[in-house]
């Protein structure tokens, strides 16, 4: 994602944390948040990426893929990216 970062500056990402639904509530929603920012900073501090394309949010247990409390429910535990283009449109004078 660095590389396509680079290759195309119009682009910048939306990181998502989620989480699983063991533990609580407010520890799934903090820890989301760090997973997020955990990529972000590496995007940043090892890829040389501007800050000020991107932007970590987490969801915690909000958007499950697994709804069940099975073994599967690892799946949950993830970071998911959303790209923005941001098109520069010539102002008329």
Known sequence: MAEVL?????????????????GSSAYNQKISQQRA?????????????ASDRLSAVGY???RLIDLGDTAAHAVNRRIEAKVELTKKVPVAR
């Open 6 to 22: 680079k290759n195309y500056p119009e682009l910048s990402l939306v990181i998502e944390g989620h989480t699983s639904k063991v």
């Open 37 to 49: 920012e955990a990529v972000v900073d590496v995007l940043v501090n090892k890829f040389n990426i």
């Open 60 to 62: 915690g247990e909000e």
